[in-house]
């Protein structure tokens, strides 16, 4: 019966050791949203960096410059995306630290995409791409490396890519669009960017945390700050608006309430 009785005492108080540590959790991580949306892709000289400049799938054509046309020199393009600190000097393609991911075909035999905006990317991609982290650190790096597929035996193929320094804060709307050159000088794509802050969090970097609330441990709204905006009837932001606001007349020396107006 001893036995019984410590067994379910030690299952009571689990579930609230967890409860208590998933609050303290909330209460310090500070993450931010970054979404990229892809308008519009375009390499209107079907040329890629892998053939030293020459024609998508064909490394053959001597001319110069070579003139790609029909199947067989146009790209069958997928897009890789990775998301890193912008700061960082590690620019390999596993230091992607707020995310990576990679389409797959676009569209087989096609250098000029449009995009529509919610749409998925092949291979589940959402277009916008989504970036999070801990902390807006004001700034980050998007890669964007353009590659030719190739099927069969063959290996795929760089086409050009793309280095965007991203800087922002956080807001509601995303920026104007905004057409960006590969480091190549083959393609160009257009995009634009939202950060937005996660539920509860507030301020040009995420990091101010306030949840709204109205019992015993305070009476208040959150401004578009984050900082604490008492309800009527309370005051002192300060301490999470416990102070009820007395009736009016009421002594600011001696005078007290228990409810707002009292």
């Known amino acids: ?44 000289t079907h040329l890629a960096s892998a053939f030293d400049g020459n024609c998508c799938d064909r490394s053959d054509i001597e001319i110069s410059p070579p003139i790609c046309i029909g199947v067989g020199t146009i790209c069958d393009n997928s897009f890789s995306f990775c998301f890193r600190e912008a700061d960082s000097e590690d620019d390999s393609k596993n230091n992607c630290s707020y995310g990576q991911s990679t389409t797959e075909l676009i569209q087989q035999n ?4 449009t995009f529509t905006v919610g749409e998925d990317f092949p291979g589940g991609v959402p277009n916008p791409v989504i970036a999070t982290g801990q902390r807006w650190p004001g700034h980050v790096q998007l890669d964007i490396q353009i590659i030719d597929l190739d099927f069969g035996n063959t290996a ?15 807001g509601i709307n995303f920026s104007a669009p905004t057409t960006y050159n590969g480091v190549n000088g083959y393609g160009q794509i257009e995009l634009r960017f939202r950060l937005s802050c996660t539920e509860n969090y507030y301020g040009p970097d ?14 208040y709204t959150c401004g578009s700050d984050g900082s604490i905006v008492c309800l009527p009837g309370y005051q002192g932001p300060v301490t999470n608006c416990t102070m009820c606001v007395p009736a009016e007349g009421c002594s600011p020396d001696g005078g007290f309430c228990n409810v707002p107006g009292e």
């Open 206 to 219: 995420c990091a101010t945390f306030c949840m709204e609330r109205n019992d015993e441990q305070g009476h």
């Open 156 to 170: 795929d193929d760089d086409v050009d890519l793309f280095l965007i320094d991203i800087n922002l804060t956080s």
């Open 1 to 44: 019966q001893k036995m019984s009785f410590h067994i379910q005492q030690s299952w009571d108080i689990i579930p609230v050791a967890i409860l208590i540590t998933a609050v303290f959790l909330s209460h310090v991580t500070a993450d931010f949203i970054l979404e990229v949306q892809v308008l519009t892709y375009s390499n209107p």
């Open 110 to 113: 096609s250098d000029n995409l």
